[in-house]
């Protein structure tokens, strides 16, 4: 068991500028605008339970699956997040709209505990006879989290007694007895939601079914093919071919390989490095550090982005990262800002905190637009101009995962031990933690992505001895660090954080100079995609070209000489201030290729300056193309 | 009308070396191997009518089609490839063969004409209901060219009886009659065939239903509508959603851009091109000049694949050629063969004879492996070494496709007037055409596509004055040429052709020395694909890496610096002797990215010498990976 843990989000005031406005956005335009989405798209009808059930709005497709079947999670998880929304501000509107959708889950949900609107609404003998392919256990997941977040805020309990009592009836369900179905989640996700429970509760019931889920997976014979067989169905008509989709090929501590579908995979992962903390179980932990290697070393793109097809959206062979046909699901994404910190709290290494930098500074915030009413449900790295923000998605998951991700960040900063300090994010945050010597009180403040330069005011009640580990991030370079103005080693750093141990007092401040230079950043030379193409790094930020930007035609036609200076720029005009890069490039010129789509002179060059903006900004402003790997020139 | 014929390929002896390997091996290998997987995929099987009949073996896809209603094409389509194969080299057991499939079509042809084994086997009551998804007319168009071919080369009459007598009852069925369906076909090649039985037969008939066909497409209400509500489906449910799929979008004459279905799309041209020399119709003219000048100029791979979109077979937007996903159907090129065919011949312009030869020799060739047994469907410019040939295809229209391409392939190489002559291609052939001034015996010898040198020895009957045009092909530059030894002008040469007037007299010889550099091309900049690539190009062969001339993992790790020296060698040790070109260039290295996929400092490049070999040879020796189009260093 880690001797850090976070610090709530709920404990944490962010008051940074960066990440007020996300946070401000969230609060005054997604939580609501989705509520109202969710019932525009008669996601919310769906909970009452007419008889008979109103035809579908999203008809089955080709494998027999309607989004549908997910509705009850896209509810819980808009609850999880609305609620994460009223730790930071009480709304009583709100709050009305959430118990009006409990009252819904309370009327519906059977007297034995069983919970599911779509089951109950149009197949209520089907219940339980396809873990498979429909999401039972996967919409209880959502729903819990949902619930014990809006009980954590408001002390009301209706939901969590629901959501409990639809717990208890899972267990009688599913486990090792003989009269017990032997099965597990074809998306997996109740998993981390039975931990919390479990950490709310205390109840141990809660933590051995979400270990059952884990150690279940993947044995033979297989679960899916027992339930088809006993539902009628031919396991072999399974549309993927083979379990590698939801990860149930092998059993977990078997895998090694990232595979399938990824907000499943990396969903999955989260839980077993939950159940690895919490159970000290070094195989599973292992199993984790394997396939953590595995998708950060061969299968991420340089978003963060995880899963390139569309086809599984999920993963395919090593190296391959298309980049125009990235799907790179904004989940996915969050998922792995959620895997990430339970990895960084076996050990504090900062190669974890690192990829949760990466992913949320880019993947996941490009998954929101400036209005926050729009979203991407596939990230690509480039594009013709024809990718555009949904204001809504037939299968809507990302947008509340990105709406949770942001109204809960502030838990991604701090944690703490009972010693030791830990920051891992910068952008201006306020806490109090209370270590074995007392209270201290924290405050970060910087102009973090923009400015690496952060101050940290440690202020204890009285004086006192213990760590405070500054995390050095893993694209800095010579960074600087001084306690109250006496400069300390920052190379003493070790495995990315830099513990500063000492008897702090009232007044004592941190110092970090962590400078930002524009630099380039090469693929490596096995993702084929990216040979001879050059990416743009500022900080944490990945840079892209937007046509917005670039006038004049695709920004496909430029390409960026090796030795060109990167300028970064503050821009005060665009998006409320940003940093800008841009660098004397050359573009493409095709006024003297008339009537040849191939010839044996090279197209003409002409310099021309190129201005790149931060990735997670693109399509805000105008259509157009996009590209974050220049070719060189 | 054009003054130029073609020579018919019957009349073309191949003799070079290049040309007779692959006649060769489609004689004693592809006709026959492609009968045995006709009969062993249960396609013959097919043609007997049992009842009920045998359960599907591709069943109906998610649009509810199966491969096997275009089954009777594909007989007819080996048909005809094995007819132009007799016409080589009489064959008794091939055409007890076919004869035996003639037998079979003639049982099931019904009393009124009907014949489609698909619809009399299966649904016989939905004849004539759906020609926007199903294929009658389609089949009957391939069942006719074979039914020619085999009357043409045997003299028997029995299948092309079969064939008129199911031509007659379409013309009872479509035509402008107030009892006629007002249709055409959903995938257009029936105008094809019967264009070729007009000229067979000198029956109008058969030429006012193709033109019947070709000018009813596109009005509205469009009959695959009417169609759709008189069968009692909704138009609305197509699933493509308009039918600029089958170019049926809008009237022929007024279409100026390349969409949709590529091979639908390209049979089309073809016959508008039929249509416009037969009939003086400028109208179709000019609207194939304007397609042909949109395909060639903004979606036309360096290999004269078309259609990059596996979802619609077909074209997407204008520059949009990606290589690794490359659809770029054999089918689709061997369309592109026979429609520029028809363009050379209105005014014998080399722009069209460059696009003939650029597919003839990359994208089709391609489509038959080394052994002409094995297939490519789709043809992408890079790979990871997953892309393989096939022994078969689910749909295998390419296979026919390319056999009966080659079979026939002596057909492009010359052309005649009254009192000219003009050479096409090269490659090694004799023939002997009349003109007005009496017979005139050609041979062409040469290593064509290997070397430039070639040798024309014209031997009139008795000396005449005529023209001699060669083609100075639109890739080579600085070519010489001289009669009897004497060099004459070759920049005289005008659209592609070089006229060489005269007193013609046995004895006589045109010497062409067209030099092959290889060289470097580069796409349009607005091919996004193949900004700061390099193609290299020798004659008419547009080359690639292969894993296999280039051991040391995937040749996507190449860069070509734009000054490295191409060097072209013949390899006798190579496929029975080709030219490769190789270069220094240089590698980047993977060695030192030890648990990094993204890093600051450039991938360490190494000089490496690359081997490229003509692209059409690629994946006749080992899985592996591939590239075209090379990052430039």
């Not at 963060?304 to 989940?331: M, Q, W």
């Not at 109250?484 to 920052?490: E, M, R």
């Not at 573009?587 to 044996?600: F, I, N, S």
Request: aromatic share 12%; net charge negative.
């Amino acid at each position: 068991m880690s001797a850090f843990t976070p610090v709530g989000f709920a404990d944490v005031r962010l008051e940074g500028k960066f990440w007020r406005e996300r946070l401000d956005t969230v609060l005054a335009h997604t939580i609501p605008s989705q509520h109202v989405q969710l019932e525009k798209h008669g996601i919310l009808e769906s909970l009452t339970l007419p008889n008979p059930p109103p035809p579908l709005r999203y008809p089955r497709n080709n494998h027999g699956f309607t989004v549908q079947v997910f509705w009850d999670s896209d509810v819980g998880k808009w609850i999880e997040a609305a609620s994460y929304a009223l730790a930071h501000r009480r709304d009583a509107e709100i709050e009305k709209k959430i118990d009006a959708i409990v009252d819904l889950w309370g009327k519906a949900q059977l007297p034995d505990g069983y919970l599911n609107c779509w089951y109950l609404g149009h197949e209520p003998e089907k219940r339980w006879t396809n873990l498979r392919d429909n999401h039972e256990l996967y919409n209880l997941g959502h729903m819990l989290e949902g619930a014990i977040a809006y009980y954590q805020v408001t002390g009301r309990r209706k939901f969590l007694d629901i959501m409990e009592k639809a717990i208890a009836h899972v267990r009688t369900i599913f486990g090792p007895g003989p009269n017990q179905k032997h099965g597990y989640p074809g998306h997996q996700e109740i998993e981390l939601a039975l931990y919390k429970l479990y950490k709310l509760t205390g109840d141990r019931r809660h933590l051995d079914l979400a270990a059952y889920f884990i150690n279940e997976r993947g044995k033979q014979p297989y679960y899916f093919d027992e339930e088809a067989v006993a539902r009628g169905a031919d396991p072999a008509d399974y549309w993927f071919k083979n379990y590698e989709y939801s990860q149930a090929h092998l059993p977990v501590r078997e895998q090694t390989k990232v595979v399938g579908h990824a907000v499943r995979a990396i969903y999955m992962y989260t839980a077993m490095a939950d159940l690895a903390h919490e159970l000290d179980d070094a195989g599973l932990r292992t199993a984790c550090e394997t396939l953590w290697k595995d998708v950060t070393e061969t299968k991420m793109y340089i978003t963060a982005g995880l899963g390139p097809a569309a086809a599984n959206e999920g993963f395919t062979r090593d190296f391959d990262l298309p980049n125009d046909t990235a799907y790179a699901e904004t989940c996915a994404s969050v998922a792995l800002i959620f895997w990430a910190q339970r990895m960084l709290h076996f050990d504090l290494d900062g190669q974890y905190a690192d990829v949760l930098e990466q992913a949320l500074f880019n993947n996941v915030l490009c998954g929101l637009s400036r209005d926050g009413e729009h979203y991407f449900y596939s990230n690509p790295l480039e594009n013709d101009g024809s990718h555009s923000r949904w204001a809504w998605h037939t299968c809507p998951c990302c947008t509340m995962n990105v709406s949770r991700l942001i109204a809960s960040v502030g838990g991604y900063f701090v944690s703490h031990s009972d010693d030791a300090i830990a920051f891992h994010l910068y952008g201006g945050i306020a806490t109090t933690v209370t270590l074995k010597s007392g209270k201290v009180a924290l405050r970060e403040t910087s102009n973090y992505p923009w400015s690496g330069e952060i101050r940290i005011e440690v202020e204890p009640e009285a004086p006192a001895a213990f760590t405070v580990k500054v995390r050095i991030p893993g694209w800095s370079k010579g960074g600087k660090v001084s306690v109250n103005g006496q400069a300390i080693d920052a190379g003493a750093a070790v495995n990315g954080y830099l513990d500063i141990t000492r008897t702090w007092a009232k007044g004592d401040r941190i110092d970090l100079d962590l400078p930002m230079p524009a630099e380039r950043l090469y693929a490596h030379p096995s993702v084929s995609m990216d040979v001879g193409r050059v990416a743009l790094r500022r900080g944490p930020l990945v840079y892209c070209l937007e046509e917005a930007d670039n006038s004049g035609g695709a920004v496909q036609r430029f390409r960026l000489p090796r030795t060109a200076e990167l300028k970064a720029s503050t821009r005060s005009d665009l998006f409320d201030g940003i940093v800008t890069i841009s660098a004397d490039a050359v573009a493409l010129e095709a006024d003297d290729w008339r009537q040849a789509l191939y010839r044996t002179n090279p197209p003409r060059q002409e310099t021309a300056k190129l201005t790149a903006l931060p990735y997670y900004l693109w399509n805000n402003r105008q259509q157009g193309s996009m590209l974050v790997w220049v070719p060189e020139a």
